[in-house]
Structure formats: C-alpha cells, structure tokens
C-alpha cells in the first residue's frame, strides 16, 4: 500500500481602524494505493486494488468591521474546488494474467468534480 498526502494553508489578516480583513486558502491534495488480500486467507485467492486521488483548493475572504460601537459588519466570500476519482480492481492472482481480457478481472472507476462559491454578510 501507499500514500501521499500535502496540504498547505495560508491565513493572513490586515487590521485598519476600519476593520480586519482576513484572507485564508487551502490546498490539499492526497493519492493513496491499496492492495489488499480480500478473502482474508493464507493464500491469495482473491485479491483487489483500490486507488484514489483528490485534489482540492479552498479560499475565504472576509471582513469584520470596528468602525462603530452600534454596527457590526461580517462580510466574505468563500470558494471550493475540488476533484476526486476513485478505481478498483478485483482479480484471482494465480490464475490467468492480470491482462484486461482476463475473464476473472473486474475493473470499475468513478469520481466528481465540484466548484462552489457563497457571498455572505451579517449587520448587527
């Protein structure tokens, strides 16, 4: 089996006498690789490999005002945008190769990608 995983997240603020504003972004991405004996036995007669891969960004930007001792102002915006993909492999190891006209070979893959935005702002 394997796994490789990085993030990074940067979060930075800018204060006036105005308000704070604030800004945060994200990055990750992760690929991992499984095999696994799938009937559990001694002997390997079932066998499967599963692999995935995501990838994701992340970023906020918003503002709290400290302009007034009545108003409170809470302002942003917020974006994602991330992709996974995920595929398995089921095969009998021993018996015939592990070609793809290997009649004890099975195969599936899915995934998704997905971009979201949201404004938002709460007065007090």
């Keep these: 089996s394997d796994l490789n995983s990085y993030n990074a997240t940067l979060n930075a603020d800018y204060t006036t006498d105005f308000g704070t504003f604030t800004l945060t972004g994200n990055y990750g991405w992760q690929r991992s690789l499984i095999n696994t004996d799938t009937d559990g036995t001694n002997v390997d007669f079932f066998a499967s490999t599963r ?7 992340q970023f906020e930007f918003h503002f709290v005002s400290d302009f007034s001792e009545t108003i409170d102002l809470i302002a942003g915006l ?22 793809n006209d290997n009649a004890r070979k099975s195969f599936y893959q899915n995934g998704q990608d997905r971009k979201t935005w949201a404004a938002y702002a709460q007065f007090e």
């Design 51 to 57: 692999y995935e891969d995501y990838e994701t960004y």
């Design 78 to 99: 917020f974006y994602l945008w991330d992709t996974y993909h995920v595929g398995q492999v089921l095969w009998t190891p021993g018996i015939g190769a592990f070609t």
